[in-house]
C-alpha cells in the first residue's frame, strides 16, 4: 500500500486572513480518483510569510513541496501530480519499467 | 458566493498594507504608491489594462480608509484622504458605499435560453409560458424580453436544462428590495430600506459593494496614546482558531490597553431576555423574538413592523459588553470587532460605542505587527462567559441561551429563522400576523438571524464558517482556558 499523500495547510494569522482555512475542506473537494488517497492537517505558522517567501499567503505544502497563494484548484492539481509521481515510484519498484 | 474569494483577497491585502503604511508613521507618504504596488507594470490585469486597475484600487483605497467614494475626486491626493481619515471625530454614515467604476452594471435579471436547446418536439417550455413569450425559430426556442415577466417556469420546465437564470447578484441577495438600477444601469442603495445585513456586499462578484473601514481610525487611537479597549464578539475567537486567553494576549500585542469578551455581554443579554421571555408567557403575549442581530432588529422595523411588539426589548451582547468597558474605565475608547455590516450602524447609534472593526480589520492588524495569534500565550482570563453566552455566534445559540436560563426550561419551543433571504422575511410576517391575530404559532420564542449559519457565517468573517463553527466549538469545549 502506498503512503498517503500529505497535505498541510498553514493555518497561521496570515494565512487566514487571506482566506487559508477554506484549504482545509480539501478532503470535501477531492475528485472521485484522489478519495482516500490524501491526508489534511493544519498546521501553526508555516514560516513563509515571514521571510516574505512569492506569491503569498495562503500556504500550504503537498508531500512537502510549498505551494503558495493556494486555491482548492491549485491543491488538487498538486495532489494529482503526486499521486501521478507515486504510482510511477511504486511501478518501478516493481520492475515494470523497461 | 464563497466569502474568500478574489475580491477579498483584494480587499485585505489593501488593509494589511495600510495598516503597515500607518504603523510606520508613512500612511500619508506611502499610500499614494499602494495602486501602483498592487498592480506593477507587467503583471497580469484584472480589467483591460493595469491602469484601470489601478483606478479602481485607488478608490478601494478609499473606501478602506472609510470614506464613501460617491463623493470621488480623482484631482485629490490618496495623502489627503488618508489624512482627512487620521483626523476624523468619528465614522460617517451610510456605512456602505457603491463603487460604480468597478460596477458590471450587469444586465436586468432575465432567463436566457442557452445553446443546450434542442428545439424538441414537447416543448414545454413554449407550453407552459403564461404569457406565450416563446417562439421557436433557427431550431431554438426564443423569449421575447417584452412579454416575459421572469417567472422562470421555461427554466423549470426544461428537460434539458437549457434555459438559466442570469440574475443581478447584489438585487438577489438584498432580501428587502434596497437595490435598484440607476438610469445608467448602475447598482443604488436606498438606505431607507437597507438593513446592513451585508448580504450584497458578499455577494458582488466585481466587490463594487463595499463597506466603509475603521481600522486607520482605531490604529490613529492607539497611535495617540488612547486607552483603547477591544470588544471581541462570540465570533471571533474562532476566526483565527485562537484558545481562550489567546485572544487577549494577541489584543495587547496589538496595541489595545484592555479587551472584554462580548460573549460576558451576551450572557447579560440571555439573563434578560429569559426573565423578558417569561414576563411576556405570564401575561398572555403568543411570542418574543431574540434582539441581538442588527440587520434583523431594523428588518423588523423597517419592513415588518406587525412584529415589532415581539422583539425582546433587551439590549445586544454589544451593548452590555460596552457598558462593562466603560465602567472600569470611563475614558477608554471602546471598539466592537465582529463580523458584522450591522453593528457598524448598531455601533454609530450607540453613544456606548465608539468604533467597530471587522474580522477582516482586525486580521490585517495582526498580519502588519507580525502577530501569530496560535503563538501567543493564554491569558488568564478576569471574567469567564459561560459556554451558551460564547455558542451566541452559532445559529440557535441564542434561542438555546434563553432555555438554559428559564426556570421551567420545557415551556419554551424555539424556531430559527436561519438567515433572513426572502423567504426568511416572509416568516416574519407570517410571525407579525399572527402574533397580531393572537393566533397559535408553532413557537413562543423566534431566533432570527440574518446570516445563515449565525454570526459565524458574518459578511465580514475571514475563516470559512464550517470551519469556524469548528473552531467554535473547540474554543467553548476548551473551557476557561488562561495560563
Same mark, same amino acid.
Given at each position: 500500500m502506498?503512503d ?16 487559508g482555512?477554506e484549504?482545509?475542506l480539501i ?5 472521485d480518483?484522489?478519495?482516500g488517497?490524501?491526508?489534511?492537517e493544519g ?11 512569492k506569491?503569498g499567503?495562503?500556504y ?5 513541496k510549498?505551494?503558495?497563494a493556494?486555491?482548492?484548484?491549485d491543491?488538487i492539481?498538486?495532489?494529482r501530480?503526486a ?5 510511477a515510484r511504486?511501478?518501478g ?6 | 458566493?464563497?466569502?474568500?474569494n478574489?475580491?477579498?483577497?483584494? +480587499?485585505?491585502?489593501?488593509? %494589511? ?5 500607518q504603523?510606520e508613521?508613512? &500612511?500619508?507618504?506611502?499610500?499614494h504608491? %499602494?495602486?501602483?504596488e ?8 484584472l480589467r483591460c489594462c493595469v491602469?484601470?486597475d489601478?483606478e479602481?484600487l485607488r ?5 478602506r ?5 460617491e463623493d470621488?475626486?480623482d484631482?485629490?491626493k490618496l ?11 468619528r465614522?460617517t454614515?451610510? #456605512?456602505?458605499?457603491?463603487l460604480?467604476?468597478?460596477?458590471n452594471?450587469?444586465v436586468?435579471a432575465?432567463?436566457?435560453v442557452t445553446?443546450a436547446?434542442?428545439a424538441?418536439?414537447a ?8 404569457k406565450k413569450?416563446? *417562439?421557436?425559430a433557427g ?11 421572469n ?6 420546465n426544461?428537460?434539458?436544462?437549457a434555459?438559466v437564470k ?5 438585487e ?8 435598484? +438600477?440607476?438610469?445608467?444601469? +448602475?447598482?443604488? @442603495?436606498?438606505y431607507?430600506k437597507c438593513t !446592513?445585513?451585508?448580504?450584497c #456586499?458578499r455577494?458582488?462578484?466585481f466587490?463594487? #459593494?463595499?463597506? *466603509?473601514?475603521?481600522l486607520v ?8 496614546? /488612547? ?10 475567537a474562532a476566526?483565527?482558531?485562537?484558545a481562550?486567553?489567546?485572544?487577549e ?15 460576558l455581554?451576551?450572557d447579560?443579554?440571555?439573563?434578560a431576555e429569559?426573565g423578558e !421571555?417569561?414576563?411576556r408567557?405570564?401575561?398572555g403575549d403568543?411570542l418574543?423574538?431574540t434582539s441581538c442581530c442588527?440587520a434583523?432588529?431594523r428588518?423588523?422595523?423597517v419592513?415588518a413592523?406587525?412584529?415589532?411588539p415581539?422583539v ?6 454589544m ?6 468597558a *466603560?465602567?472600569d ?5 471602546? $471598539? ?7 453593528k457598524?450602524?448598531?455601533g454609530?447609534?450607540?453613544p456606548?460605542?465608539d468604533?467597530?472593526l ?6 490585517a492588524?495582526?498580519v ?5 495569534v496560535?503563538?501567543c500565550?493564554?491569558r ?8 451558551t453566552?460564547?455558542?451566541?455566534? +452559532?445559529?440557535?445559540?441564542v434561542?438555546?441561551? $434563553?432555555?438554559?436560563?428559564l426556570?421551567?426550561?420545557?415551556s419554551?419551543?424555539?424556531?430559527? @429563522?436561519?438567515? &433572513?433571504d426572502r423567504?426568511g ?12 391575530e393572537k393566533a397559535a404559532?408553532?413557537?413562543?420564542l $423566534? ?8 454570526c459565524?457565517?458574518g459578511?465580514?468573517?475571514i475563516?470559512?464558517? /464550517?470551519?469556524?463553527?469548528g473552531l ?6 476548551s473551557? /476557561?482556558?488562561?495560563?
Amino acid at each position: 500500500m502506498a503512503d498517503k499523500i500529505k497535505v498541510v495547510v498553514c493555518s497561521g494569522t496570515a494565512c487566514f486572513v487571506m482566506g487559508g482555512s477554506e484549504l482545509l475542506l480539501i478532503g470535501e473537494q477531492l475528485p472521485d480518483d484522489l478519495k482516500g488517497l490524501v491526508e489534511v492537517e493544519g498546521a501553526h505558522c508555516l514560516g513563509k510569510c515571514r521571510d516574505g517567501h512569492k506569491g503569498g499567503a495562503p500556504y500550504a505544502t503537498v508531500n512537502g513541496k510549498f505551494v503558495d497563494a493556494a486555491t482548492l484548484p491549485d491543491l488538487i492539481e498538486r495532489i494529482r501530480e503526486a499521486a501521478r509521481e507515486s504510482e510511477a515510484r511504486g511501478a518501478g519498484e516493481v520492475g515494470d519499467e523497461p | 458566493m464563497n466569502l474568500n474569494n478574489g475580491t477579498a483577497r483584494i +480587499k485585505r491585502e489593501i488593509l %494589511v498594507r495600510l495598516a503597515r503604511l500607518q504603523l510606520e508613521g508613512r &500612511l500619508e507618504e506611502g499610500v499614494h504608491f %499602494v495602486p501602483r504596488e498592487m498592480a506593477p507594470v507587467g503583471s497580469e490585469p484584472l480589467r483591460c489594462c493595469v491602469y484601470h486597475d489601478r483606478e479602481v484600487l485607488r478608490m478601494r483605497v478609499i473606501a478602506r480608509l472609510g470614506h464613501s467614494v460617491e463623493d470621488y475626486d480623482d484631482e485629490k491626493k490618496l495623502a489627503e484622504y488618508a489624512r482627512e481619515a487620521i483626523a476624523r471625530e468619528r465614522p460617517t454614515e451610510p #456605512m456602505l458605499t457603491v463603487l460604480d467604476e468597478a460596477c458590471n452594471a450587469c444586465v436586468r435579471a432575465h432567463y436566457l435560453v442557452t445553446n443546450a436547446c434542442q428545439a424538441c418536439v414537447a416543448r414545454p417550455c413554449a407550453m407552459n409560458c403564461p404569457k406565450k413569450a416563446i *417562439k421557436i425559430a433557427g431550431g431554438r426556442a426564443r423569449i421575447d424580453e417584452d412579454l416575459c415577466v421572469n417567472c422562470g417556469l421555461c427554466m423549470q420546465n426544461c428537460p434539458y436544462h437549457a434555459i438559466v437564470k442570469v440574475p443581478v447578484p447584489c438585487e438577489e441577495a438584498c432580501p428587502v428590495g434596497a437595490i435598484s +438600477k440607476d438610469e445608467s444601469g +448602475k447598482e443604488r @442603495i436606498d438606505y431607507a430600506k437597507c438593513t !446592513f445585513c451585508g448580504a450584497c #456586499m458578499r455577494e458582488c462578484p466585481f466587490g463594487a #459593494m463595499m463597506d *466603509k473601514g475603521q481600522l486607520v481610525d482605531v490604529i490613529a487611537r492607539i497611535m495617540a496614546g /488612547k486607552r483603547v479597549v477591544a470588544l471581541y464578539a462570540p465570533a471571533i475567537a474562532a476566526q483565527f482558531g485562537a484558545a481562550p486567553g489567546q485572544l487577549e494576549e494577541a489584543l495587547a500585542r496589538a496595541g489595545f490597553a484592555g479587551s472584554v469578551e462580548v460573549a460576558l455581554g451576551a450572557d447579560v443579554t440571555a439573563d434578560a431576555e429569559a426573565g423578558e !421571555f417569561e414576563e411576556r408567557m405570564a401575561r398572555g403575549d403568543v411570542l418574543m423574538t431574540t434582539s441581538c442581530c442588527p440587520a434583523y432588529v431594523r428588518a423588523v422595523r423597517v419592513h415588518a413592523p406587525a412584529l415589532v411588539p415581539c422583539v425582546s426589548e433587551t439590549r445586544s451582547p454589544m451593548h452590555y459588553a460596552a457598558e462593562i468597558a *466603560k465602567r472600569d474605565d470611563p475614558g477608554c475608547v471602546s $471598539v466592537f470587532v465582529g463580523p458584522c455590516l450591522a453593528k457598524r450602524k448598531e455601533g454609530i447609534d450607540d453613544p456606548l460605542v465608539d468604533y467597530v472593526l471587522s474580522a477582516e480589520e482586525l486580521g490585517a492588524l495582526f498580519v502588519a505587527k507580525g502577530i501569530e495569534v496560535a503563538e501567543c500565550p493564554a491569558r488568564e482570563l478576569g471574567r469567564v462567559p459561560t459556554a451558551t453566552g460564547r455558542l451566541f455566534a +452559532k445559529s440557535g445559540g441564542v434561542a438555546e441561551a $434563553v432555555r438554559a436560563r428559564l426556570a421551567d426550561p420545557a415551556s419554551l419551543r424555539a424556531s430559527v @429563522i436561519d438567515g &433572513l433571504d426572502r423567504a426568511g422575511m416572509r416568516r416574519l410576517a407570517a410571525y407579525g400576523k399572527a402574533a397580531a391575530e393572537k393566533a397559535a404559532t408553532d413557537a413562543n420564542l $423566534v431566533e432570527v438571524m440574518a446570516c445563515p449559519g449565525g454570526c459565524i457565517a458574518g459578511p465580514s468573517v475571514i475563516a470559512n464558517p /464550517k470551519v469556524a463553527l469548528g473552531l467554535l466549538g473547540k474554543y467553548v469545549s476548551s473551557g /476557561k482556558g488562561g495560563a
